[in-house]
């Protein structure tokens, strides 16, 4: 009996994604993704939580303009 293992990588969505913003890498990290300020993220995450896909939606009329 022959069986086939394939390697599955696991599929994160966003939503799943929580920014720390108590960790100052991370934080720089997402700071740099989104082009706004450590502060600005801070304030995103104080306003609609720590979910990547929030934060995204929240920050993205900053990038509309």
Not at 19 to 48: C, M, P, Q, Y
Request: no cysteine; aromatic share 8%; hydrophobic share 35%.
């Amino acid at each position: 009996m022959e069986f086939s293992m394939q390697r599955q990588n696991p599929t994160f969505d966003t939503d799943s994604i929580r920014i720390n913003i108590k960790d100052i890498t991370e934080l720089k990290h997402w700071a740099k993704k989104f082009g706004v300020s450590r502060n600005e993220i801070k304030s995103a995450v104080g306003a609609v939580g720590d979910s990547l896909t929030a934060v995204k939606q929240y920050l993205s009329p900053v990038h509309e303009a």
